[in-house]
């Protein structure tokens, strides 16, 4: 499918982890920037962290640098951001995005504009 496939949100405490997957079609996933975002209640879409997943170079917002990873198996079309040392502010409904077959852009700004395919999304709630 073009559209990719989120998994792995739900409810977690504060301090503790989670790991998102995001799987798309070969086609899709092939050289190919794919990247996480999040949008939380009332507030602007984030980008997270995107990787080109040709290369396996990896770009970060400087928000969840440190705390948030992304990576990828190739094997399986499908993508990850593993998130440590959750904080309720990280309470959002989380999206998986893939570009149209380029490299990812600056991360910078609104990179969501630069991104094509979404996913339906998959809630993360941190309590406190």
């Known amino acids: 499918q073009v559209q990719p496939v989120e998994s792995g949100g739900g409810s977690v405490q504060a301090g503790g982890s989670l790991r998102l997957s995001c799987v798309v079609s070969?086609?899709?996933?092939?050289?190919?920037?794919m990247g996480w975002f999040r949008q939380a209640t009332g507030k602007e879409r984030e980008g997270l962290a995107g990787?080109?997943?040709?290369?396996?170079?990896?770009y970060y917002d400087d928000s969840v640098k440190g705390r948030f990873t992304i990576s990828r198996d190739n094997a399986k079309n499908t993508v990850y951001l593993q998130m440590n040392h959750m904080k309720p502010e990280d309470t959002a409904m989380y999206y998986c995005a893939a570009r149209d077959g380029r490299f990812c852009p600056q991360w910078v700004g609104d990179v969501g504009s630069y991104f094509r395919f979404w996913g339906q999304g998959t809630q993360v709630t941190v309590s406190s």
């Open positions: 990787i080109d997943t040709g290369s396996g170079l990896t």
């Open positions: 070969t086609y899709t996933y092939i050289d190919n920037c």
